[in-house]
């Protein structure tokens, strides 16, 4: 049975993405098979994993909304130059989703319900949030197990994630008792700055136990690997981003092994 996390922040620009597509390929590299899960309409993952969304017969969208003819998450699922790590890709399409979703039955789980078919097939499922708290949030918040917050060393970055948890809060209410807080990792970090080091040391204070240990640190590099298609740890896998995104995937492991 796969272990679900939902990478989730209302605020856009804090690497939201970035985390989704380099942890999996970290967990990759610790023998994890990994699938990658676009839901933003934006298909900022899809497009980061060199797929054409213009050429993709069928997404994310057409599983949630029950197209016919029918798809299924199988269907749409597509191999990545990383080894062990599948995506199910967006499309701009996806942006219909919500005002068509509500008034679906059982709106909220539509995701849990789509995810279902592959559940054994793997290690790790990792869903890209969109930038908003929205009904396709929700759905990946119903759908994991836990939540993982990219979080800006910003202090308004870090203002919004209130939001975010009492998000959260409600969702464990009243759709998914189980969902969790798996932590808050501090991304674009310049440790240069003062500004940087003190959001730091407020987040690690704020959150205590659930603020990882790693920090992933602000670079070019990251920005080019996107543009190249790759992940980090392919495009410069001795960069400090490259080791920071390994570090958080063996924390994230250590924690699933003493759970």
């Keep these: 049975m796969s272990t679900i996390i939902a990478i989730a922040n209302q605020k856009g620009g804090v690497?939201?993405?970035?985390?989704?597509?380099?942890?999996?390929?970290?967990?990759?590299?610790?023998?994890?098979?990994?699938?990658?899960?676009?839901?933003?309409?934006?298909?900022?993952?899809?497009?980061?994993?060199g797929l054409d969304v213009r050429k993709l017969p069928s997404t994310i969208y057409d599983v949630l909304l029950d197209t016919k003819p029918r798809v299924t998450i199988t269907d749409i699922i597509r191999s990545t130059r990383m080894k062990a790590v599948d995506v199910a890709p967006a499309s701009i399409d996806l942006s219909k989703a919500e005002l068509e979703l509500f008034s679906e039955m059982?709106?909220?789980?539509?995701?849990?319900?789509?995810?279902?078919?592959?559940?054994?097939?793997?290690?790790?499922?990792l869903i890209d949030c969109p930038p908003s708290l929205g009904?396709?949030?929700?759905?990946?918040?119903?759908?994991?197990?836990?939540?993982?917050?990219?979080?800006?060393?910003?202090?308004?970055?870090?203002?919004?994630?209130?939001?975010?948890?009492?998000?959260?809060?409600?969702?464990?209410?009243?759709?998914?008792p189980k969902l969790a807080l798996l932590g808050v990792i501090v991304t674009m970090y310049d440790g240069r700055t003062s500004h940087a080091k003190d959001v730091l040391k407020e987040v690690r204070v704020?959150?205590?136990?659930?603020?990882?240990?790693?920090?992933?640190?602000?670079?070019?590099?990251?920005?080019?690997?996107?543009?190249?298609?790759?992940?980090?740890?392919?495009y410069d896998a001795k960069s400090p981003p490259a080791?920071?995104?390994?570090?958080?995937?063996?924390?994230?492991?250590?924690y699933a092994q003493a759970a």
Aim: hydrophobic residues 40%.
């Design 243 to 254: 080791e920071s995104y390994r570090s958080l995937a063996a924390e994230i492991l250590a």
């Design 15 to 49: 690497a939201k993405t970035t985390t989704c597509l380099n942890l999996g390929h970290a967990l990759s590299e610790r023998g994890q098979k990994v699938l990658l899960c676009d839901l933003d309409p934006q298909s900022s993952l899809t497009i980061s994993l």
């Design 106 to 125: 059982n709106r909220e789980r539509a995701l849990k319900d789509a995810l279902k078919p592959v559940q054994d097939a793997y290690d790790y499922i």
């Design 206 to 234: 704020a959150f205590g136990e659930r603020t990882f240990k790693s920090v992933i640190p602000y670079s070019v590099r990251a920005k080019e690997s996107v543009v190249s298609g790759q992940s980090i740890l392919d």
């Design 135 to 176: 009904l396709l949030t929700t759905n990946a918040l119903a759908a994991a197990d836990s939540v993982l917050i990219p979080l800006q060393s910003d202090y308004l970055a870090m203002r919004g994630a209130e939001l975010l948890l009492a998000t959260i809060e409600k969702v464990r209410h009243k759709l998914n």
